[in-house]
């Protein structure tokens, strides 16, 4: 059993006294990868990937609810800084959904100069001071329940439904190619093009997985957002007629979307081939063939 987490955060910086700093900083990620950023001097959030910039478009009403946060947040920043000096207020929302079971935990919370500061308790729907300063904000916005109720949506409902948009976008299933240096070289199976970092890619016989003559390698990140991986299959002591009992795998975590490449020498991408035939239908020239191989900060 795979357990799917998928965190959704926004993390709100403020600043005072700090030269060449931005009032604030605004990061939105999603489980784990930064997707975009806005600051003081740009109160727009501008999305880093191309499928944020997507649902940002066809989805407007999220643009302008992180633009009406950014302004909350830098007012209550303002609200809350009342020492003289360097101060730094953060603020982080979100939420957790688990894939298998549907739950959702939500997570609202404010730190100042680095330690917790106040913390929205999802039970009793009401804030809980971590320090002394906090008692009277906390006493303020627990008797809003019009705040209250507006957090409770988010963080419950409307996060969720963001998340799982997220995630029927991630969850594309990348494209499997087997490749080839040489004929003796191994066989390496690579996916690119898929969103999650969560999935897993492997070399079976006759349906269960094997390990001898098998190199995992590590899933990398590609400068669009989306990851690659390689898995490298050992072929010198498997027999010609033996290879239709071999296949690569590639799924996700969660054990769905699997795709099943059969090693097949038709299937096998490779350039050793062209360059024989090129060699021998042209004697008098001497052609070169290269071989290419596949292989800020919240606050």
Known sequence: IFLMMFVYFYFVCGSSGLPNVPEFIAVMVFDGIQTGYCDSSNKTLKPQLDWAKKILQT?????????????????????????????????????????????????????????????????????????????????????????????KDFLTKICAEWLKMYFNIFIILPSVSLLQKTPSSPVSCYAAGFYLDKAVMFWRKDGDEIHDGVEKGDILPNDDGTFQIIVDLNISSVKPEDWWRYECVFQFLSGENIIVTKLKQIMIRTNWRENILRTVGAPVDVVVLVVLWFGSDPC
């Open 59 to 151: 989805n407007p009403e999220q643009l302008e609810w992180y633009t009406q946060n950014l302004h909350s947040s830098s007012s209550f920043a303002i609200s809350v800084i009342f020492l003289s000096g360097v101060h730094i207020i953060q603020r982080i929302s979100g939420c957790e959904w688990d894939e298998n079971t549907d739950s959702v935990t939500g997570v609202l919370k404010y730190g100042y100069n680095g330690e917790g500061f106040l913390e929205f308790d999802m039970k009793t729907l009401t804030w809980i001071a971590l320090k002394p300063e906090a008692d009277m904000i906390k006493l303020k916005w627990d008797a809003d329940r019009i705040r209250t109720i507006k957090n």
